[in-house]
């Protein structure tokens, strides 16, 4: 039914766009921002599951499901006064039992998920407001009984006790670049994804946390040039390849004292960590090779046993999470199949079920609604660039979808699962969002983009087209195209591909795809042809598609994208003497890297924030891929943009930010040494101060202004 539909909507366009006032410009894209898409905000589930809490000027409020209507102000604005001066809120959560909020503002970030902020707790029952600490704390968690609140302040944990505001000290030894405690280290955050490093019990009595010693790690430092005289360096733990990590241990601190549940244990790494409903502490730990995980059990004064073991010859993703049913079973994900699917552990983990099955990915879970017996889940079980939302029976395994019709459906379910958010996407129309009851009945539309939708028909666009592509090497890839605006069967055009390409990454999927999409538009307007194709080594299809680039990132991936590029260049409206290539951070990896092993396939790339040799990048991610390079010296070198420097032949735009934490600058400031000492000739821009996003005021708008100037004059 869907591809009807969708071919329906590509026919409309098609029309549409031959009345069109006009092509769309990068003015629009950063000046008017007419391509903006509305997305739905503020429905955050309260415990009922049949309501839900939202922001308003009259404060907090209680909507119905239902009826979309308000019912109640759970909190007033006028009660979130701090001596008399209104909070400026931010951020609110609600505590178990929705009795206390706790409330930041003044939020500062940090790196990519941390941050500091003000924080109070409001007491709904008694309208009291209190300060917590009275300065920007980070990770603020409130014991589920509300009676106190754990946070950390300069690298230390605390409990702050909310009706005494008693302060108790948990760690006392914490130190900037030396000793983090309740937080993690730089790399855990960006690669296991997690910023707050502490977790109450479900009995409020004992608070568990991590401790980070990176004393020993390699501290790395980078000019910040602000506008004073001298720049300032900004200093920071940065374990590279082969570098040595933070040693990290987990605690549990209780009647005063501290307790460690990771001692006498033999890891690397401890990525995850979560308490069952009935007490137990779970974490996981980690090898180097992050090919061996241990899900551990602990308990007060006992030692911490084994629950599980997995194992693959490549490596565990590690970026799991721990869910548990009432009864205290563990719902955990694996690949052991082949595919990514969920199976239920008994309580002493010697007994597991599986969930879901079958020949695809799920790509994420929802969880379990226990009352009905049924779990949730979104899969790409059509293919890889689509996704559908499926109930499953947990009794008989029996799954059914209930949102399939788009090419692309997602959900966020109330708590209860009694009402679902739905949103669906295609490759030529704006994200839908709807609201739904868990039989799948509508029950009204949230927010169609409509205007966006209407402001579209103006312009000359071309539609998106998904397809699979043969690549010159034989391998078939999921790609994406846009041809240019007022195609001419007898004439042949330049041809942009774009890339990304990293592990389990994936850029072709049926979405339109945001500001990129409209600038591919601006691009096909002056008659360039956008082409996107996914190699080997990204996600939606399985281990094995997926690992296959393990030891040796940039091979099997350069390789596809340079036989997608020589199978594209043989059709008859292709300029084989016009392809280009483009990416961002490992997709800049990939463009320099395609323009230097495909010199006579590519005449122009463009690389913004490449790594350029993995031995630059942080250990967590590139070991996992790559072991150490040490273990694997050849790869690390072979696949690397330096190596090949001198057969760059194309055109060369290198990009980076200069406080690029994530991907330093020392990246592309070894390419250029290596192109200028091959005597190359090459564009090169750095974005002083920015970040790995380059990004805030007009840099965009600029950078792109850029790209695109590149683009029309030399490919």
Same mark, same amino acid.
């Given at each position: 039914?869907?591809?009807?539909?969708?071919l329906?909507?590509?026919?409309?366009?098609?029309?549409?766009?031959?009345?069109?006032?006009? $092509?769309?410009?990068?003015?629009?894209?950063?000046?008017?921002?007419?391509f903006?898409?509305?997305?739905?905000?503020?429905?955050?589930?309260?415990?009922?599951?049949?309501?839900?809490?939202?922001q308003? %000027?009259k404060?907090?409020?209680?909507?119905?499901?239902?009826?979309?209507?308000?019912?109640?102000?759970?909190?007033?604005?006028?009660?979130?006064?701090?001596?008399?001066?209104?909070?400026?809120?931010?951020?609110?959560?609600?505590? $178990?039992?929705?009795?206390?909020?706790?409330?930041?503002?003044?939020?500062?970030?940090?790196?990519?998920?941390? @941050?500091?902020?003000?924080?109070?707790?409001?007491?709904?029952?008694?309208?009291?407001?209190?300060?917590?600490?009275?300065?920007?704390?980070?990770?603020?968690?409130?014991?589920?009984?509300?009676?106190n609140l754990?946070?950390?302040?300069?690298?230390?944990?605390?409990?702050?006790?909310l009706?005494?505001?008693?302060?108790?000290?948990?760690?006392?030894?914490?130190?900037?670049?030396?000793?983090?405690?309740?937080?993690?280290?730089?790399? =855990?955050?960006?690669?296991?994804?997690?910023?707050?490093?502490?977790?109450?019990?479900?009995d409020?009595?004992?608070?568990?946390y991590?401790?980070?010693?990176?004393?020993?790690?390699?501290?790395?430092?980078?000019?910040?040039?602000?506008?004073?005289?001298?720049?300032?360096?900004?200093?920071?733990? @940065?374990?590279?390849?082969?570098?040595?990590?933070?040693?990290?241990?987990?605690?549990?601190?209780?009647?005063?004292?501290?307790?460690?549940?990771s001692?006498?244990?033999?890891? *690397?790494?401890?990525?995850?960590?979560?308490?069952?409903?009935?007490?137990?502490?779970?974490?996981?730990?980690?090898?180097?090779?992050?090919?061996?995980?241990?899900?551990?059990?602990?308990?007060?004064?006992?030692?911490?046993?084994?629950?599980?073991?997995?194992?693959?010859?490549a490596?565990?993703?590690?970026?799991? *999470?721990?869910?548990?049913?009432?009864?205290?079973?563990?719902?955990?994900a694996?690949?052991?199949?082949?595919?990514?699917? @969920? =199976?239920? =552990?008994?309580?002493?983990?010697?007994?597991?079920s $599986?969930? %879901?099955?079958?020949?695809?990915?799920?790509?994420?879970?929802?969880?379990?609604?226990?009352?009905?017996?049924?779990? @949730?889940?979104?899969?790409?079980?059509?293919?890889a660039?689509q996704?559908?939302?499926?109930?499953?029976k947990?009794?008989?395994?029996?799954?059914?979808?209930?949102?399939?019709?788009?090419?692309?459906?997602?959900?966020?379910?109330?708590?209860?699962?009694?009402?679902?958010?739905?949103?669906?996407?295609?490759?030529?129309?704006?994200?839908?969002?709807?609201?739904?009851?868990?039989?799948?009945?509508?029950?009204?539309?949230? *927010?169609?983009?409509?205007?966006?939708?209407?402001?579209?028909?103006?312009?000359?666009?071309?539609?998106?087209?998904?397809?699979?592509?043969?690549?010159?090497?034989?391998?078939?890839?999921p790609?994406?195209?846009?041809?240019?605006?007022?195609?001419?069967?007898?004439k042949?055009?330049?041809? &942009?591909?774009?890339?990304?390409?990293g592990?389990?990454?994936?850029?072709?999927?049926?979405? #339109?795809?945001?500001?990129?999409?409209?600038?591919?538009?601006?691009?096909?307007?002056?008659?360039?042809?956008?082409?996107?194709?996914?190699?080997?080594?990204?996600?939606?299809?399985?281990?094995?598609?997926?690992?296959?680039?393990?030891?040796?990132?940039?091979?099997?991936?350069?390789?596809?994208?340079?036989?997608?590029?020589?199978?594209?260049?043989?059709?008859?409206?292709?300029?084989?003497?016009?392809?280009?290539?483009?990416?961002?951070?490992?997709?800049?990896? #990939?463009?320099?890297?395609?323009l230097?092993?495909?010199?006579?396939v590519?005449?122009?790339?463009?690389?913004?924030?490449?790594?350029?040799?993995?031995?630059?990048?942080?250990?967590?991610?590139?070991?996992?891929?790559?072991?150490?390079?040490?273990?694997?010296?050849?790869?690390?070198?072979?696949?690397?943009?330096?190596?090949?420097?001198?057969?760059?032949?194309?055109?060369?735009?290198?990009?980076?930010?200069?406080?690029?934490?994530?991907?330093?600058?020392?990246?592309? #400031?070894?390419?250029?040494?290596?192109?200028?000492?091959?005597?190359?000739?090459?564009?090169? #821009?750095?974005?002083p101060?920015?970040?790995?996003?380059?990004?805030?005021?007009?840099?965009?708008?600029?950078?792109?202004?850029?790209? %695109?100037?590149?683009? &029309?004059?030399?490919?």
């Open positions: 039914m869907y591809r009807s539909i969708r329906v909507f590509l026919l409309l366009t098609g029309h549409a766009s031959l009345f069109a006032q006009r $092509p769309v410009e990068l003015t629009d894209l950063f000046e008017s921002r007419v903006s898409a509305r997305g739905v905000r503020g429905f955050g589930s309260l415990e009922d599951g049949l309501h839900f809490s939202r308003t %000027t404060g907090i409020e209680r909507y119905s499901f239902a009826t979309g209507e308000a019912v109640d102000l759970m909190v007033a604005t006028e009660n979130l006064k701090i001596n008399g001066t209104q909070l400026n809120l931010n951020n609110y959560v609600f505590a $178990p039992g929705e009795r206390y909020v706790i409330l930041e503002s003044e939020i500062e970030p940090i790196y990519r998920h941390s @941050y500091k902020a003000s924080v109070y707790v409001f007491d709904r029952e008694s309208k009291k407001l209190t300060h917590v600490f009275g300065k920007p704390i980070q990770n603020p968690v409130l014991s589920p009984d509300g009676s754990a946070f950390v302040y300069e690298n230390n944990v605390y409990i702050q006790n009706s005494s505001l008693e302060l108790t000290t948990v760690t006392l030894d914490g130190e900037r670049n030396a000793i983090i405690n309740g937080a993690p280290d730089w790399v =855990y955050e960006e690669e296991f994804g997690f910023h707050v490093g502490i977790a109450w019990s479900p409020s009595k004992s608070l568990a991590l401790r980070f010693d990176e004393t020993a790690v390699p501290t790395f430092s980078m000019d910040v040039f602000g506008s004073e005289t001298y720049p300032e360096p900004y200093v920071f733990k @940065y374990p590279k390849a082969g570098e040595v990590n933070s040693k990290v241990s987990l605690h549990v601190w209780t009647n005063g004292r501290s307790q460690t549940a001692e006498g244990l033999n890891y *690397e790494y401890i990525p995850r960590m979560a308490w069952s409903p009935q007490g137990a502490l779970f974490f996981a730990t980690l090898n180097r090779h992050q090919d061996s995980m241990k899900v551990m059990t602990y308990t007060l004064g006992k030692a911490s046993s084994l629950f599980f073991l997995e194992t693959d010859a490596y565990v993703e590690s970026e799991r *999470e721990f869910s548990f049913l009432a009864n205290g079973r563990l719902v955990w694996s690949e052991r199949s082949g595919f990514t699917h @969920y =199976y239920l =552990y008994s309580t002493d983990g010697k007994k597991v $599986p969930i %879901t099955s079958g020949s695809f990915d799920v790509t994420q879970w929802y969880g379990v609604d226990e009352v009905r017996g049924e779990a @949730y889940y979104q899969a790409a079980s059509r293919s660039r996704r559908e939302v499926f109930r499953v947990l009794a008989s395994g029996k799954a059914s979808a209930i949102a399939k019709d788009a090419p692309w459906n997602g959900a966020d379910f109330s708590s209860s699962f009694d009402f679902y958010v739905l949103s669906t996407q295609e490759g030529n129309r704006p994200p839908r969002y709807s609201l739904h009851q868990r039989n799948g009945q509508q029950v009204r539309m949230l *927010e169609d983009n409509a205007e966006l939708s209407k402001s579209i028909e103006n312009f000359t666009l071309s539609p998106k087209t998904f397809y699979t592509l043969e690549a010159a090497n034989g391998q078939k890839l790609a994406w195209e846009i041809r240019p605006v007022n195609f001419d069967a007898s042949k055009y330049p041809l &942009l591909m774009f890339v990304y390409g592990p389990g990454s994936q850029n072709v999927l049926e979405q #339109m795809g945001g500001r990129d999409y409209f600038w591919y538009q601006m691009l096909a307007a002056k008659g360039y042809w956008i082409v996107c194709v996914d190699n080997r080594g990204t996600g939606g299809m399985g281990r094995d598609f997926k690992k296959v680039t393990y030891l040796q990132l940039g091979k099997y991936e350069v390789e596809d994208q340079i036989a997608a590029a020589q199978s594209l260049a043989k059709h008859p409206n292709v300029d084989a003497s016009r392809i280009g290539i483009w990416g961002w951070s490992y997709g800049g990896f #990939m463009s320099a890297n395609c230097l092993q495909g010199a006579d590519f005449k122009a790339a463009i690389a913004v924030a490449p790594v350029t040799n993995w031995r630059f990048y942080d250990n967590i991610y590139t070991e996992r891929y790559m072991r150490t390079p040490a273990e694997n010296s050849t790869n690390y070198d072979v696949n690397s943009p330096l190596d090949h420097a001198a057969k760059l032949k194309g055109n060369f735009l290198l990009v980076h930010g200069s406080a690029d934490d994530n991907v330093h600058v020392q990246n592309s #400031m070894r390419l250029a040494e290596e192109l200028i000492k091959a005597n190359k000739q090459f564009d090169f #821009m750095i974005y101060d920015k970040n790995h996003g380059i990004s805030g005021g007009a840099t965009r708008y600029q950078l792109y202004t850029k790209m %695109t100037n590149f683009i &029309l004059e030399n490919l």
